[in-house]
């Protein structure tokens, strides 16, 4: 019984947070003081200077009906609503004609996906590694140097980690490309290390940042586990200190940390956007800044749901699992 | 001073630095930093040009300071607005209760889910790199209140039950009073941390933005800097005080307003103590 109202809070707060998210991607373009449609036919026309006037107003019609902008407000709403929710449909890419966004996105969340996953478990492995040696050794000097470290890292933004990598591999000493290739197409053990050798550098931003944050939690948190009575007493019982670490300190304090990997979803995703865009990284993020670039309203409107779409849904797969994991935690 | 730990100290002398840079130097300049060809294109740093100029004829320099005041703006007008906001609505939730209660904490948790960066790009996108500073503080303080909010409002609801305040609101003190007097000092030193970590999280967010050319592109902001510097391939032309200062500058602001975030913590939990 408690379980379902559990779930049916946190199902509240998922639909909640992609009506309201979706709401706004729907009303933010419509509250801009340029209309879409018309700078788009105003940029064809100063392409061609020989149109004719029925020519645009065929035009108008067509991509007021791509755009979906036909009707009243609400009904505009409604229709956008019912077919982002029932059929995915975001209409098709008005600068890839006729291809629909639905597909695009379907190239690139894998790509995001992979990249984001891979470092983010990189990094908070790592990450919780070091604090908690930095955590339970916390008189070594290196646990020092070690926090100092993470300290210095974990507040400097992705994207900034992202242009110093590429400065130092990639202008300095130049053993990454420029431009990173991910121009493969099918498996093949070659193709496999073309895109892991053009990965290094973008996930390598995101797991330094990530790792830092990691580092500083896992020190603070195993340092206080460390001095609590029922360590002492495991330690007095004269149990190898490798059980004290494994049995006793950590899954104490790696729990708390799967709690904070679910909090951090949306900031990471964040970062992994604009990492790829520098990179250009073939995921969500520069498919988000090739519509923006080419004003393709149908392909920005897309992924941006998709993105919101994906993090809440993350969200609420972690903090639904995660009573399953931790005793101490009980639907409430 | 006397208890400051070695992260106030350190934290506080960064952020001092920038301060004078960001908020005392650029009295001393007169003239448009972000004009083009004020200057001969690509100088080398000189007495008269500190950084150098860029081969747009800007002075690196001045830029820089003039960028940092404006990040600063930037994070503090959102650290003020979604603090207050925060704490306020927090503080009513909690001693309020029932359905107004509910209902603004589905919206906090809506708002912490919801990624802020797309919505951020796509109002960028919409006024082509030409909104305003405020509309994006504007919508940055949209997404930063529901962190204070939540935390205050499970500070006060533990406080509401507390002795202290049944005895106060038994001897007729007015509500107002109640929470000024005998809450907020209680709120004050978490809303200290958190509004220094809104300041970090703004800044970081509009030089994001800036840097994909997202934000106000004719406003000098540490993000905007890099942003045409990349636009002007300084990677590629080695012009690396261009991009490397705002880099540096970033790293250092974020570092510093770390370690002061970090320190108060520290400094007030042993005042407490005591």
Redesign the interface.
Same mark, same amino acid.
């Given at each position: 019984m408690k379980f379902l109202k559990f779930l049916g809070s946190r199902l509240?707060?998922y639909v909640?947070?992609i009506v309201?998210?979706m709401t706004?991607?729907f009303f933010?373009?419509r509250f801009?003081p340029?209309d879409?449609v018309e700078a788009m036919l105003g940029q064809m026309m100063s392409k061609s200077n020989s149109m004719e006037p029925a020519a645009v107003d065929a035009m108008r019609q067509t991509l007021n009906e791509n755009f979906g902008l036909e009707g009243t407000l609400a009904e505009q709403y409604l229709g956008y609503m019912q077919r982002v929710i029932f059929t995915q449909d975001f209409g098709p890419s008005l600068t890839m004609y006729p291809v629909p966004v639905k597909d695009l996105i379907a190239t690139s969340l894998p790509w995001t996906m992979g990249l984001l996953g891979v470092s983010t478990l990189i990094s908070w492995l790592i990450g919780n590694g070091i604090g908690l040696l930095a955590g339970i050794k916390k008189d070594k000097a290196y646990s020092k140097v070690l926090e100092g470290v993470a300290?210095?890292i974990?507040? @400097?933004?992705?994207? &900034?980690f992202a242009?110093?990598l590429?400065?130092v591999f990639a202008?300095i000493i130049p053993i990454f490309p420029l431009s990173a290739n991910f121009n493969v197409s099918g498996f093949s053990w070659e193709n496999l290390k073309t895109i892991v050798w053009n990965s290094i550098l973008p996930a390598l931003s995101l797991i330094l940042t990530g790792t830092g944050w990691w580092v500083i939690s896992m020190t603070t948190l195993s340092r206080n586990t460390n001095e609590e009575d029922f360590v002492a007493f495991a330690r007095m019982k004269g149990f190898k200190e490798r059980t004290v670490i494994t049995r006793y300190i950590l899954p104490n304090t790696v729990l708390p940390q799967i709690t904070m990997l679910a909090?951090q979803i949306?900031t990471i995703?964040?970062?992994a956007?604009?990492t790829e865009?520098?990179f250009n990284y073939p995921g969500i993020g520069s498919l988000?800044?090739r519509?923006?670039l080419q004003?393709d309203y149908n392909l920005?409107m897309g992924? @941006?749901t998709i993105? &919101?779409f994906a993090?809440?849904t993350a969200?609420l797969v972690v903090d639904l699992i995660y009573p399953f994991i931790d005793p101490r935690v009980r639907y409430n | 001073m006397k208890h400051w730990n070695f992260r106030l100290k350190l934290g506080v002398v960064i952020l001092l630095v920038f301060a004078v840079l960001g908020f005392v130097l650029p009295i001393f300049h007169t003239g448009n930093v972000t004009e083009w060809n004020t200057y001969p294109n690509n100088l080398k740093p000189s007495m008269e040009h500190f950084l150098g100029t860029n081969s747009l004829g800007q002075d690196i320099f001045w830029l820089l300071c003039s960028s940092i005041q404006n990040s600063f703006l930037i994070g503090l007008f959102v650290a003020v607005l979604a603090t207050a906001i925060g704490v306020l609505v927090g503080l009513a939730a909690g001693l309020q209760g029932g359905i107004a209660d509910r209902i603004i904490m589905l919206l906090a948790d809506t708002f912490i889910v919801i990624p802020s960066l797309p919505i951020l790009i796509l109002l960028g996108s919409l006024t082509k790199g030409t909104a305003s500073l405020f509309l994006i503080g504007g919508v940055l303080v949209v997404f930063n209140w529901p962190w204070p909010a939540r935390q205050v409002r499970s500070m006060s609801l533990t406080i509401r039950e507390s002795d202290f305040i049944s005895t106060a609101r038994f001897s007729g003190e007015s509500t107002f009073r109640i929470l000024y007097k005998e809450i907020f000092p209680f709120v004050k030193d978490w809303s200290i941390g958190n509004f220094i970590n809104t300041v970090l999280v703004a800044i970081g967010a509009e030089s994001g933005l800036a840097v994909i050319g997202m934000s106000s592109n004719s406003n000098a902001t540490l993000g905007t800097m890099i942003y045409w510097a990349n636009q002007h391939q300084a990677m590629l032309g080695g012009k690396w005080l261009w991009i490397g200062a705002p880099v540096v500058a970033i790293c250092l602001i974020f570092i510093g307003l770390f370690l002061f975030m970090t320190g108060q913590q520290q400094y007030s939990a042993l005042r407490r103590g005591k």
């Open positions: 509240v707060t909640f947070v309201l998210g706004a991607v933010i373009p801009m340029s879409p300290i210095c974990y507040p @400097i933004p992705y994207y &900034i242009l110093m590429i400065m202008y909090l949306g995703f964040n970062g956007l604009i865009i520098l988000i800044y519509g923006i004003a920005i992924t @941006i993105s &919101i993090v809440a969200t | -």
